[in-house]
């Protein structure tokens, strides 16, 4: 007999199948976002699988209830990946993530981003692009060239707390995140990453803003250039460790 969903991860992934249905013509409506964050705020570790997160098995493979392939040593530190569903509208997965691990700088083009923290504490540092592209081109060392962003969010969120969004073009789309604590994060995306519909996933590299000539924008209205950043594209970095898990929470019925 095969066990069914407790209705917080079931009712999300059918909200999301709802919201974010192929028939859309726009983006989801402000309220559409707002009913998915609401019931993302009432799911916690149990409800995926996971404890709390402060109990690992005796050989450092992570969390209860996610079995992991490619085991490491437990001093390797790789953050986890559980997909929880992966489809052409949407992805719901998971992160889980060691104390001071890193998820670099990186975009969601033309995506809307919804982040829940279900355990542990994590650091969140994000940008959005200034509009127009403000482009400089560099001499010399260091980056070719670097365009001009905004600081959008530089907070620690511990569990339990509300759902952040991103969306295409605010909320901070390009985002960073350093697990203080160990700690865990329920994703949804969509559109998922598709390279071939151009929504490819870019790393990058902040500079302060003094650190290369500014344009008006990083004066503008008086405000202080802490608030801007200086961003290039660089390379997925080589110290990203990641490793794949498989989700052994509650079945989803798709």
Not at 80 to 95: A, P, R, S
Not at 121 to 130: E, G, N, P, R
Not at 193 to 215: H, I, L, M, W
Request: charged content about 20%; proline content about 9%.
């Amino acid at each position: 007999m095969t066990k069914s969903s407790p209705p917080s991860i079931q009712a999300l992934y059918d909200l999301c199948k709802k919201t974010f249905a192929p028939s859309a013509t726009r983006p989801p409506s402000s309220l559409a976002i707002n009913k998915l964050c609401s019931l993302l705020d009432t799911i916690g570790p149990a409800d995926v699988g996971l404890d709390d997160g402060n109990k690992e098995n005796d050989r450092g493979h992570g969390p209860l209830g996610i079995k992991l392939f490619n085991r490491a040593s437990r001093w390797a530190q790789p953050i986890t990946y559980v997909d929880l569903h992966e489809g052409e509208n949407f992805t719901m997965c998971m992160f889980c993530f060691p104390a001071s691990s890193v998820i670099p700088l990186h975009d969601h083009p033309g995506m809307t981003v919804l982040s829940k923290v279900l355990y542990g504490s994590l650091h969140v540092k994000a940008y959005d692009w200034i509009e127009p592209a403000n482009i400089q081109k560099i001499k010399g060392a260091g980056p070719a060239t670097v365009r001009l962003a905004k600081l959008a969010v530089d907070e620690v969120l511990t569990a339990p707390c509300s759902t952040s969004v991103l969306y295409p073009k605010s909320g901070g789309n390009l985002h960073s995140f350093t697990a203080i604590t160990p700690c865990a994060v329920l994703d949804i995306l969509a559109p998922p990453y598709d390279e071939v519909a151009g929504r490819k996933c870019t790393y990058y590299q902040d500079y302060p803003c003094n650190s290369f000539p500014t344009g008006e924008d990083g004066h503008e209205n008086g405000v202080e250039n802490v608030e801007y950043a200086w961003l290039a594209e660089i390379n997925t970095p080589e110290d990203l460790y990641m490793r794949s898990g498989v989700y052994e929470g509650p079945p989803i019925q798709t």
